[in-house]
């Protein structure tokens, strides 16, 4: 059956290698990364809030101040008629509407 034929035996060029097609599951992922920061983006703009950053924050009914990583309660997004949004900051949940105060920390 002759001499069988080894992978180091290939010359590859460097720019062959830029040949190749791309990885359609990486667009995807970028598409759906790109959409999703524009949707964090929007809930962000109509609530006033900021997400998936460190806050401070106290809500209304509460004597404490809570600190730490402001996210959406749900990997779900909201429907764009809401007119609240579930939040989470640790093991605390609450709506937008509880916040009473809201400082975002740069630290």
Do not use: C
């Not at 080894?6 to 097609?21: R, Y």
């Amino acid at each position: 059956m002759g001499n069988p034929i080894h992978q180091l035996d290939f010359n590859f060029a460097a720019d062959d290698m830029l040949e190749f097609p791309r990885d359609l599951g990486e667009e995807g992922w970028f598409q759906f990364h790109s959409e999703q920061k524009q949707a964090i983006e929007r809930i962000e703009r109509k609530f006033g809030i900021v997400l998936n950053k460190k806050v401070r924050l106290r809500l209304r009914g509460w004597d404490e101040e809570f600190t730490g990583k402001l996210v959406l309660d749900s990997f779900l997004l909201p429907p764009p008629d809401a007119d609240s949004v579930p939040l989470r900051i640790g093991n605390v949940t609450f709506e937008n509407t509880d916040i009473e105060f809201l400082q975002t920390l740069d630290y």
